[in-house]
């Protein structure tokens, strides 16, 4: 009997009915909704997150500030494989991304790509790798899967709407799209440990600028991991409503 | 039947003895002969009993290719006829009695005074040695029984002592053509395992390796090979060249293989934990997955970021080698996306959520623009970053993603 619970406090994989398993590494994701729908409460550690959009730049990786600041602040690398647009340093260190952990790797896409994201995983411990994959079968992910194994890595995956449909041994897949009132709204297809729990809704977040204009409207609110940030450069109203004075130095 | 290359026999002679040196401080060479003097007796702690250094040093000169014989005694010259029978002789009094049966073709005497000896009727060292030295010397000359004392350690044998050199060169002539990349593996590791064992003995390390492959009537194909940081490791060093071998087109089959490492640099050894978690150690970790991409996918592949003093968006980033330090401003409200170039767009079609804000400059480098930037969002529910410009072109472009 003794076995049994051991096997089930400790594998992710196994549970019991409707009790969610505990064997699981994660880190907090920084959305306090979503923290409490995931099994473990955070981005499992050590495993693929295949994260599945209808139209890539609706807020999915904006969705992943809080983790990748968090990565960045205690001194581990965040590497990018292959980006489908150019990063902004200037907008990342300001969400907390520190420029001197950020890698870019740029293959040229295909078998090239899927090689630098298995070596990117294997290596060191710690930190997190993204990628944007064009094509991925099942047995390729399962190595990628096994490469941040090895190393305890947070791995981000994003995927097309049709990638949706396929199956995937990623240990979370989750499925964003457009919500009411401007927020994400999260469908998780698949997670280790439980039964694929109900959709989140989160605010999208995005910060106010500009000068005062006829046509404003109330921006989303922060949620609570932005409103306890300084964001260096720019005064923000806690709230965010309103307009901003925000000039760049006229030359 | 190939011909005895004596130079090349030199040339290798010489790098074994600097890869000996990880195994002694005083290795000499003898002009004369096809073989090396270490002095084991000062690193007998370190290393074990000589019999147990000599097990190991033919096992790894095995590896590297060669075939050694090895054999130990309290003088060179009864060491060098100690080897053939893989003798260790400890004690300075055992010399006469182990090494006495030995024939006397063994003994390192021209071929005239031992045909001479033989004549006399002496077959055995110890029929020598019986003999009074007066006699020996009236006979043969003094060289004989100065010969024979240096080896019974009665007279001091002193030997000029041998200097690992400043750079490692080595040159391997392949048995046969190998005309597949990965072929070439198997002789360079071997190589890369000579080199290694020569920087572990100087207590240097390499930072960049020149390969030059010789064919047959095509010019040599050069290969170079630099790392991130300097290393002793072979494994590290072999990896980062299978990367590079991925990438490398054979235009013939290789015959020939040269290998140099022209600057060996001072190593230090870092201390390592057990989880590889302090920051010099991923830093370590990033620079050997640096090397690694960047030999396999070219040097432009892997890069950091940095910011640009400029307030035009495009020209507000650049990329950057690891070495540098990033220049860093924090603008938390801009996208994190920007496109390659802006994409002319038409403004009916997306919802303007904030802005504008204003950005004027460039004047002084001709390309001065003045836009207003705004947040829009799309029917599919992406926030975009938008401008209109009203210098140098009109009209509505996109500009950045708020992916």
């Known amino acids: 009997m003794n076995s049994i619970n051991q096997l089930l406090s400790t594998t992710p994989q196994l549970w019991k ?75 990342l260190q300001g969400h907390g991304l520190l420029l001197d952990r950020l890698l870019v790797v740029r293959t040229g896409g295909g078998k090239k790509s899927l090689w630098a994201c298995e070596q990117a995983l294997r290596n060191g411990r710690g930190g997190a790798v993204l990628a ?45 799209e457009p919500g009411n009132r401007r927020g994400i709204r999260i469908n998780i297809l698949k997670c280790r440990g439980s039964r694929p729990p109900e959709p989140v809704w989160i605010p999208q977040l995005f910060s106010a600028y500009g000068k005062h204009w006829h046509q404003t409207h109330p921006y989303a609110a922060f949620t609570e991991h932005n409103s306890n940030t300084a964001l260096a450069g720019s ?11 925000t000039r760049p130095k006229q030359h | 039947m190939p011909e005895r290359d004596e130079a090349a026999e030199r040339q290798a002679l010489q790098r074994l003895a600097a890869w000996c040196y990880q195994y002694s401080n005083q290795v000499y060479i003898p002009g004369d002969r096809n073989g090396l003097f270490l002095e084991a007796g000062a690193s007998e ?44 002789i400890a004690e300075p009094g055992h010399v006469r009695r182990q090494l006495g049966p030995l024939p006397l ?31 020996l010397t009236r006979r043969f000359g003094p060289a004989l029984p100065d010969y024979l004392d240096r080896t019974l350690g009665i007279r001091p044998d002193p030997r000029a002592m041998y200097h690992p050199p400043e750079a490692f060169s080595s ?13 070439l593996l198997f002789p360079l590791k071997r190589l890369l395992e000579e080199l290694c064992g020569v920087l572990r003995g100087g207590d240097t390390a390499v930072q960049s390796l020149h390969i030059i492959l010789g064919h047959e009537d095509h010019q040599d194909t050069p290969l ?28 013939q089959a290789v015959r020939e293989i040269h290998l140099d490492a022209p600057t060996l640099l001072k190593f230090s050894a870092g201390q390592h934990s057990l989880f590889r978690d302090t920051p010099a150690e991923q830093q370590q970790d990033i620079r050997q997955l640096t090397e690694r991409l960047q030999a396999r996918l070219g040097n432009e592949s892997v890069s950091g970021l940095s910011c640009v003093q400029d307030h035009r968006p495009e020209y507000s980033w ?46 002084w480098d001709g390309h001065d623009c003045r836009r207003d930037y705004f947040i829009v969002r799309d029917t599919h529910g992406c926030t975009l970053w938008a401008f209109r410009e009203y210098k140098p072109r009109r009209g509505w472009y996109l500009h950045g993603i708020f992916a």
Not at chain 2, 171 to 183: D, T, V
């Open chain 2, 105 to 135: 073709d063994r003994l390192h005497l021209d071929t005239a005074r031992r045909v001479a000896m033989e004549r006399m009727g002496f077959r055995q060292l110890r029929d020598l040695l019986r003999l009074p030295r007066k006699s």
């Open chain 1, 235 to 245: 005064s923000l109203s806690a709230t965010g409503r309103g307009p901003v004075q």
């Open chain 2, 318 to 363: 650049r990329p950057r080698t690891l070495d540098e330090r990033p220049d860093c401003t924090a603008l938390a409200h801009r996208p994190s996306w920007l496109l390659p170039n802006p994409k002319p767009c038409s403004i009916e079609n997306y919802e303007i959520l904030a802005g504008p804000e204003r950005i004027e400059s460039g004047w």
């Open chain 2, 45 to 88: 702690r370190l290393f074990g009993r000589t019999e147990h250094l000599g097990k190991r040093l033919q096992q790894e000169l095995g590896q590297l290719g060669y075939r050694a014989l090895t054999g130990s005694a309290p003088t060179p010259e009864a060491a060098w006829l100690a080897a053939p029978e893989g003798l260790h």
């Open chain 2, 171 to 183: 040159h391997l002539e392949l048995p046969a053509e190998i005309s597949s990349c990965q072929g």
């Open chain 2, 224 to 251: 170079k090979l630099g790392l991130q940081s300097p290393t002793q490791d072979a494994n590290r060093l072999l990896g980062v060249l299978r990367e590079r071998l991925e990438r490398l087109r054979l235009p």
């Open chain 1, 17 to 91: 009915g409707r009790q969610a398993s505990r064997g699981q590494r994660t880190l907090p994701t920084g959305h306090t909704r979503l923290d409490r729908q995931l099994p473990g409460n955070g981005w499992p550690q050590g495993a693929i997150t295949e994260l599945i959009t209808r139209k890539p730049g609706m807020g999915e990786f904006r969705l992943l500030f809080p983790t990748l600041a968090d990565t960045s602040r205690q001194g581990q690398w965040v590497i990018l494989v292959d980006p489908p647009w150019i990063p902004y340093p200037a907008a």
């Open chain 1, 132 to 176: 944007w994959p064009e094509h991925i079968s099942f047995s390729q992910l399962r190595r990628l899967q096994i490469a941040a194994e090895s190393s305890s890595k947070l791995a981000f995956l994003f995927r097309p709407e049709n990638a949706g449909e396929e199956s995937s041994p990623a240990a979370l897949r989750l499925k964003l």
